[in-house]
């Protein structure tokens, strides 16, 4: 077997992605809409009573809602960013690629694809039905060698307790197929489980 490809489901990375930055919108516009209430409160409540004592917790409060509505714009800018990023890439037509020297991967929003070594991998596994993990053998980092595409900072961020996860829904393979080929692949070490 020369290499087993596991294409991604377009739609299904599109409604992902989707959900993902209405969430992220709304939970901007949360912050935003929280941060310039909480300021109106802290500047009406100083008018009212005077610039006296109570304008110095009223500050406190005020400066807690310039923090959220800071924090509103940088999650509205990340958002774009992605969005860009993902226009920019599109879908990638592999999310995974076995062969007999490794595993290649895609992150949804990092540029290049990563490589692990199969002696690098510790486990391949499924997470409550609705993911796939692949978890890393312990010390491996970026500068592994033969490791590739660990030191992107999307990937990092992907990286959960020392796996990445991908998810069924996006794949075009189902995971029996997978775990054949893994066994096939890595001489039985590795099993879906």
């Known amino acids: 077997m020369p290499e087993f490809v596991v294409e991604a489901d377009p739609d299904a990375v599109a409604r992902t992605r989707a959900a993902l930055l209405r969430s992220k919108r709304g939970s901007a516009w949360s912050s935003a809409v929280g941060g310039c209430l909480i300021l109106g409160i802290a500047i009406g409540a100083t008018a ?6 109570v304008s110095l917790p009223m ?3 005020g400066v807690a809602g310039l923090i959220l509505v800071a924090d509103a714009r ?20 592999e ?5 007999p020297a490794g595993l290649r991967f895609r992150v949804d929003i990092a540029p290049e694809p990563c490589f692990l070594p199969w002696s690098k991998v510790a486990k391949v596994g499924l997470r409550g039905g609705r993911s796939l993990t692949v978890a890393l053998a312990p010390g491996v980092t970026a500068a592994t060698p033969g490791v590739s595409g660990l030191d992107q900072p999307e990937v990092r961020r992907a990286l959960r307790r020392r796996e990445l996860r991908f998810p069924l829904s996006s794949l075009r393979r189902p995971p029996e197929e997978i775990d054949r080929a893994l066994t096939a692949f890595t001489a039985g070490r590795l099993r879906l489980g």
């Open 95 to 99: 999310v995974l690629l076995l062969s």
């Open 48 to 53: 009212i009573a005077g610039f006296g004592l």
């Open 59 to 61: 500050a406190g409060v």
């Open 74 to 93: 940088r999650q509205f800018t990340a958002v774009r960013r992605m969005r860009a990023t993902w226009t920019a890439i599109g879908v990638p037509p």
